[in-house]
Structure formats: structure tokens, C-alpha cells
């Protein structure tokens, strides 16, 4: 399914994301998952939060540089060899993707977080390989 | 040796009588050729006959960087192009550069004063004078080129930069005097004890140093350093460009050339001179160019006048090191930087105004200018190698206007420090 993440810029601090998860767990934010990527002065912190909308307004309020963005949520089998069977469809079907987490649900569960250059083409190619991805059970998109 | 003794130890009663029949001269050349000056004078209710000695000068309107600015390129000259035989730019400025152009005469005499202030340093035909100085729209270059040339003494014109070769021909050619900025005679002296290299082992026995400003205690680094007499010149290229002024060896001020340039002190608050000696901000007139003659130009340089007859004979006044300016204008290896030009380069990147500090530092000997940018909202991408690509299109951006480089740094949001709603712009770490 199409998500919105929450992005903020952080520089290369100490105690800037503990600031970014107070900030979010005072407003009763979750956080289910996240991602850092850096460079040596600044780093993006990449999020997938219980409302990413008023984690959006809460972090502006406290003057962090933030935005959503939309990534593509696909549960996939908490299995080995799950991720390389829905990248090679993805890659088949000439989805390319800037950047990828993950996180799992259960022992049975796992969330891949796509960001794709083309959302949709991304959830149409996901949805139509479904029955490949769910061979391995429990795949839901 | 002094080269024209009977101008630079003339009395001052016959100094003033010259300057007096030259301004005369350039308020009616001004008045009549430059209608941006005449719509000035005009204003003020300014006949060119109501400007009879010296003793009117303060009458004048004054001309300011904006005013060359927006007659850009040449319309501030006063002779047809077909007269003009070079023009040089300053480097950069908020904007567009600005430009001036020489006439043969104007060559002659920037000539003139050139080698007037190289024999006050205490150079003579017998050197090997190397000018590190940019070749080019720069004055630098070429304005010490023609002077030393004028005065009989070996040229070599190896511009800036390319240190090694700088030192290997230092070496190879017996160089005695060099001429560049203050900050890279001592990025050299730090590269020759690299290749281990001992002054002492050079022919080198003076230094021309100017083009930014420079302190007491760098003089004693660079001639402890060197083992040279460091002498300042100074020069800026509204007026003519190096050889404006120049120390003699008693290193107690700078002689100004003023039959050609004549210089006032001004409070930059009231605008009015100031008393006799005070300190205050230089404005000059030119009374013999040319090509653009300016009447009473804001240097935005302070500093003091001293009308004692010098020790070594010269009764030309001495200004002092310039100790600082009465603008935000930062001088940077050399080259001139505002503020206002490192807001307009963010502003053409981005809808709203950026918040921006410019932190100045002397690493070692060079100067350094670290830029911080607040990422704001319009600013930040999800993707790092967005946030990379707009780093460095800042860099390359600001590198394209000023000339210099810098290192851009991305800051979160409110980082900045502001006073009363506006931030720090500029800090100058400097210990000059």
C-alpha cells in the first residue's frame, strides 16, 4: 500500500534524534520503523510513524526541516529469500528504487519500505506478480 | 633613491597649487563628459567654476561603487572608446564588476606612480622583481608590471599561484624583490621550509605586499619568515589601482601620490571631513586620469592622514595601514566579498530569503571562507544525493560569482544564531 513517511534533516549532532523521538513520543506518536542515511556533516531520518500528518506539524512546530514523502508499504514473508524474489519482479518489471528499508511484523511477517521513483508503477507491478510473492504465504500488499 | 623629488618633496604650499590647478581641470572634465556626475553636481547647485582650489573640494558631491555599477560597463568614462587603451574590472562585486579604462596618458602615469612607490621600498634598477600578483582584469598584475619596467628593473611575470615554480624560480633567477598579497608570501614561506628551503639561501631582499589588509605583527612574520623588508602598497582600482600609496623604508605609513590623488578623511556617520589626523573614512580624487576621473570616491577604507615631512625627505602625505571598513565589505585572499553577493547567489537558488553565515578563518596562512545554509523546507529533499547535488550547486555557484572558493556546509533550520530578528551574517575569525 501507498504510505506517507516523514523525512527530517539532521546534522551530525549528538542528541538530535533522541530531540526528534521525544518530540514524537510527547505527541503519542508510534514509530515503527527508521532509517538514517548520512553523509559526515548532515544526515535524513527517514520514519514510518503511527500519523505521519502531525508528526509532520510537530517536528515544524519545533523548527526541524521536514516533509512527507510517499513509499510504497509491501508485507512480505518473514522467510529467507523473500526480499531477493520481490526484487528481481521489481527489477523485472524496470522499477527502480532510490532507496529501501525494513522492518517485521511477527515471526511470520515482514514490512519492506519501497521508495520507487514510480510509486505506481511500483504497486501495479507488485500486485500483479501477488501470487508469486505469496507462494511463500502471507504476502499482502 | 626618490624619482620625481621635485612632486614628492615639494612644499606644501606647492603641493596644494597643483592640486588645485588639476581638480579645476577635472570638475569641468567631470562636469561636462559624465552626465550620472553633472545630474549630481547639479542637484547641489554646482557650477564647475564654483570649484576654485582644493579648499572647495568638501563642496563635491561624493561618487560610491554604485554609482560605476550602474553606469556599467563604460558609463563613467570621459573620452570616447577609440581613447581607451586598456580596461581592467575588479573582482567580483554584488553583481556586475566594476570596470575602468585607461587612456594612454592614464598608462603613463598609473606607470609613474608605480615605480614613485617602488622606489620608496627601496627598489632600484639592479633587481629581479617577481610579480605574484593576478595577471589579468585584476590591477595587481600589470600595475606593478609597467611601474617596474618603468624604473629599469628586471620583470618577471609569473602572476599568482603555481608556488613550486614561484620558489624554483626565486631560486634559479636570483629574485630579490617579490611582489603579492600579504597571505601568500606566507603560504610560500611555509611551502619553502616544506622543501626545505632556507630564506637565507635566496637572493630575496624585499617584498611589495598589499591588496588586503594586513597587520603589524603579520609584517614581522613574513620578514622573519622571508628575511626581507615587507613593505604595504596600496591601491584600489576605482582610483587607479597599486601605487595609490606605498611605504618608504621607514615602514611609518603610506606616501600618498596625492598631485595625482588627492586624499580627505571623512566621518562615514556625518560625511563631513573630519579634524586634521583623525580617524575616519578615505575618499579620493583623482586630478589627472583620463579615462574615468573620479571626484571624491568612498573607499569605505578607514584610516588616518599624516602631513609630517617624513624622515626620509618626502613631504608627501603618509595615510596609515587601513585598520578596518565602514561597510560589511570583507576582503578575502585578495578578493573583495559582500555579503549581498553570497544572499543574491542563495536567493536566485531558492523562492524565499535563505538564512546563510559566512565564517572567515586563517588556517595556517590562508584565509578560509566556511558558508553555513539553513536547510529550510523549500531547501530540504528526502534524497541525500539532492541534499549533495545542492550543496554543491551552492559551491559552485558562489565559487562562479566571487571567484574564490568556499566551503558550503548544510545546518538545520534555527541554527543560526539572530540578533533582533536578523542573523549573524559574517563572522571574521581572523586574527590579522
Redesign the interface.
Given at each position: 500500500m501507498k504510505a506517507k513517511?516523514v523525512?527530517v534533516?539532521?546534522?551530525n549532532k549528538s542528541g538530535?534524534l533522541n530531540e526528534v523521538a521525544q518530540i514524537l513520543g510527547e505527541a503519542g506518536i508510534n514509530i515503527s520503523a527508521f532509517t538514517v542515511?548520512?553523509?559526515s556533516?548532515?544526515g535524513?531520518l527517514?520514519l514510518i510513524v503511527s500519523e505521519p500528518e502531525k508528526a509532520y506539524s510537530v517536528l515544524?512546530e519545533n523548527?526541524?526541516?521536514?516533509?512527507t514523502?510517499d513509499v510504497v508499504l509491501a508485507n512480505s514473508p518473514n522467510r529467507p529469500g523473500a526480499l531477493s524474489k520481490m526484487l528481481k519482479i521489481l527489477n523485472a518489471e524496470g522499477v527502480f528504487i532510490?532507496?529501501l528499508y525494513a522492518f517485521t511484523m511477527n515471526e511470520e511477517t515482514a514490512v519492506i519500505v519501497i521508495?520507487p521513483t514510480n510509486i505506481d508503477k511500483c504497486i501495479a507491478s507488485l500486485e500483479k506478480n501477488r501470487d508469486a510473492l505469496l507462494s511463500n504465504n502471507n504476502y499482502k500488499l | 633613491m626618490i624619482w620625481n623629488e621635485k612632486i614628492e618633496c615639494a612644499s606644501r604650499d606647492e603641493m596644494t597649487h597643483i592640486q588645485s590647478e588639476n581638480l579645476i581641470k577635472t570638475v569641468k572634465r567631470i562636469y561636462h563628459n559624465i552626465p550620472s556626475y553633472r545630474a549630481k553636481m547639479q542637484e547641489k547647485g554646482l557650477l564647475p567654476g564654483d570649484i576654485k582650489s582644493v579648499e572647495d573640494l568638501s563642496k563635491l558631491p561624493f561618487t560610491n561603487k554604485s554609482d560605476l555599477r550602474d553606469n556599467y560597463p563604460f558609463g563613467m568614462f570621459s573620452v570616447p572608446m577609440s581613447e581607451i587603451v586598456r580596461v581592467h574590472a575588479s573582482s567580483g562585486t554584488t553583481g556586475k564588476p566594476t570596470v575602468v579604462g585607461y587612456t594612454r596618458n592614464d598608462l603613463q602615469m598609473w606607470a609613474e606612480v608605480v615605480t614613485r612607490a617602488l622606489c620608496m621600498a627601496g627598489v632600484h634598477k639592479n633587481d629581479i622583481v617577481q610579480i605574484a600578483y593576478g595577471y589579468g582584469l585584476f590591477t595587481g598584475g600589470l600595475g606593478l608590471h609597467y611601474g617596474t619596467e618603468n624604473l629599469g628593473a628586471t620583470v618577471i611575470p609569473i602572476s599568482g599561484g603555481n608556488t613550486k615554480k614561484q620558489i624554483q624560480l626565486m631560486q634559479d633567477f636570483g629574485t630579490s624583490v617579490i611582489a603579492c598579497t600579504p597571505s601568500y608570501a606566507l603560504f610560500m614561506a611555509e611551502i619553502m621550509e616544506e622543501m626545505g628551503i632556507a630564506p637565507d639561501s635566496l637572493n630575496l631582499r624585499g617584498g611589495i605586499f598589499g591588496a588586503e589588509p594586513w597587520s603589524e605583527n603579520m609584517r614581522r612574520e613574513i620578514e622573519s619568515k622571508l628575511e626581507l623588508k615587507a613593505i604595504d602598497i596600496y591601491g584600489l582600482s576605482e582610483v587607479v589601482g597599486p601605487g595609490v600609496s606605498c611605504e618608504c623604508e621607514q615602514q611609518a605609513g603610506m606616501h600618498v601620490n596625492e598631485d595625482h590623488f588627492i586624499p580627505e578623511i571623512i566621518d562615514p556617520e556625518t560625511l563631513e571631513p573630519v579634524p586634521k589626523g583623525e580617524l575616519g573614512e578615505l575618499v579620493f580624487s583623482t586630478v589627472t586620469k583620463e579615462g574615468i576621473p573620479i571626484l571624491r570616491y568612498r573607499t569605505r577604507d578607514l584610516t588616518r592622514l599624516n602631513y609630517q615631512k617624513c624622515t626620509c625627505g618626502r613631504t608627501l602625505v603618509r595615510m596609515e595601514k587601513c585598520t578596518g571598513r565602514s561597510d560589511d565589505m570583507l576582503i578575502i585572499r585578495g578578493v573583495n566579498v559582500f555579503p549581498s553577493q553570497i544572499e543574491s547567489v542563495l536567493l536566485e537558488m531558492s523562492e524565499t530569503e535563505p538564512h546563510y553565515q559566512l565564517i572567515v578563518e586563517r588556517e595556517g596562512t590562508l584565509d578560509v571562507m566556511k558558508l553555513l545554509v539553513e536547510v529550510q523546507e523549500q531547501f530540504f529533499s528526502d534524497e541525500i544525493r539532492e541534499l549533495e547535488a545542492l550543496r554543491k550547486k551552492i559551491t559552485a555557484n558562489i565559487q562562479g560569482t566571487l571567484g574564490i572558493s568556499v566551503d558550503v556546509k548544510l545546518v538545520e533550520p534555527k541554527t543560526i544564531e539572530r540578533t533582533s530578528g536578523k542573523s549573524k551574517r559574517v563572522i571574521d575569525n581572523r586574527k590579522i
Open positions: 513517511q523525512s534533516f539532521l546534522e538530535r542515511a548520512d553523509t556533516d548532515f535524513v527517514r515544524k523548527q526541524f526541516s521536514a516533509r514523502t532510490e532507496y521508495r | -
